[in-house]
């Protein structure tokens, strides 16, 4: 993997389904259709940078940084 790569979860009894993550990062969160809620796609993997900013950018906190890449 390349340096600088983090992985991120979504912790989906905190998800409120507002889908900023998936507006961010449409190629690692998907909002389901059923329950409205936020999933991971693949492995989760981003940039360090890219992946503090769709945390930020979560207003219910259920986005997480878990492990580096």
């Known amino acids: 993997m390349s340096e600088g790569l983090v992985v991120v979860q979504v912790d989906a009894e905190k998800c409120i389904g507002i889908g900023n993550c998936e507006m961010l990062e449409p190629e690692v969160f998907l909002l389901d259709d059923d329950t409205g809620l936020a999933s991971v796609v693949g492995t989760g993997s981003l ?15 259920s986005l997480s940084i878990c492990r580096a890449e």
């Open 47 to 61: 940039p360090l940078d890219r992946a503090e900013k769709v945390v930020a950018g979560c207003p219910s906190g």
